[in-house]
């Protein structure tokens, strides 16, 4: 018998009810992605597309800043899942960064929305910033490893900047 490695209580994200809208939205996003080559994750998609159009239900949001993907990945997306009872997805910042590019190459960005470069930049500092928090947390054990192979290491998030 094959053990479970997941909640299988848990709501997916992209089981959440939606707009119809935001639904063919993420579905293009999700075509586009594989015929690309990009790797993207259906649950995390479903979390940004629907966090970011809460502003305006129903509607895809086109308008994209630093501070507000800053806010989306800081305490927006947690505070979505959180709210519905949805696993907050593990893959969210390689799926935004795909998803940024499907905006980009379909130039649906908002006329206001910062430029892609400012707004992978605002990603790979997010990532930085977990992969800190991680560090933090492993040295903060106390328990030190006796061989330096033995001790898990996190390395800097690397993202093409086109």
Known sequence: MMKR????????A?????????RR???????????????VDRDSLAVIISVASQAR?????????????????????SNWC???GVRYPDGLTTTITTYLRYLCAHRLFSA??????ALKRSVADYEK??????????????????HPTSKQQF????????
């Open 5 to 12: 490695m997941f909640d299988s209580t848990a709501v997916r």
């Open 14 to 22: 992209s089981a959440v009810p939606t707009a119809s809208a935001l």
């Open 25 to 39: 939205h993420r579905s293009a996003v999700l075509r586009w992605s594989l015929a690309h080559g990009h790797a």
């Open 57 to 77: 239900p129903g509607e895809v949001h086109l308008l994209w800043t630093s501070e507000q993907l800053n806010a989306l990945l800081n305490e927006d997306c």
């Open 82 to 84: 959180s709210g519905r």
């Open 112 to 117: 206001d929305s910062d430029s892609m470069t």
């Open 129 to 146: 910033e977990q992969c800190q928090r991680l560090n933090e947390h492993f040295k903060s054990k106390g328990a030190k490893a006796r």
């Open 155 to 162: 390395l800097a998030p690397v993202l093409p900047l086109y």
